[in-house]
């Protein structure tokens, strides 16, 4: 009687290991999935601009591709300046215009006149360099 307990005993012990591994599994797995699809999601939207660019600015794909990373590293920059409280509102405009020139000068490297005015608008494509003054 007392080997059939302790029998009994290891055999319900080892069930509770099998659903704790179970569902440990299954948490992974799911979580797997949800990363997997944020990721889908990201690269359909990466994939949407492409084309954008493909069709607007009748490029091939490696030029949409780099205009993508260009744009995308840009507006990604531009939110981190904005959220940014610590920075007084001149500062952050001669931030922000000097990312805009650093994106517009890239951009021109790779794209014709014609193109960078269809991707920019006027306001952002007139930007001068913020002047330092001497003391």
Same mark, same amino acid.
């Given at each position: ?7 009994? #005993? =290891? ?11 179970? #569902? @440990? =599994?299954? @948490? @992974? ?22 084309? =954008? ?53 890239? @951009? ?17 494509? #007139?930007? #001068? ?7």
């Amino acid at each position: 009687m007392n080997n059939s307990l302790v029998q009994k #005993t =290891f055999n319900l012990i080892q069930m509770k290991k099998n659903i704790i591994a179970f #569902t @440990l =599994f299954a @948490l @992974l797995f799911y979580a797997g999935g949800e990363v997997s699809a944020q990721q889908k999601k990201e690269d359909k939207s990466k994939q949407d601009l492409r084309s =954008f660019y493909k069709a607007t600015l009748r490029v091939d794909s490696l030029k949409a591709g780099q205009v993508e990373k260009i744009q995308s590293d840009y507006k990604a920059n531009l939110l981190v300046v904005e959220r940014d409280t610590s920075v007084s509102g001149q500062l952050r405009q001669r931030r922000i215009k000097a990312m805009m020139n650093d994106r517009n000068n890239k @951009l021109r490297v790779i794209l014709t006149p014609l193109q960078l005015e269809k991707l920019v608008s006027p306001v952002e494509r #007139t930007v #001068t360099e913020p002047t330092v003054k001497d003391n």
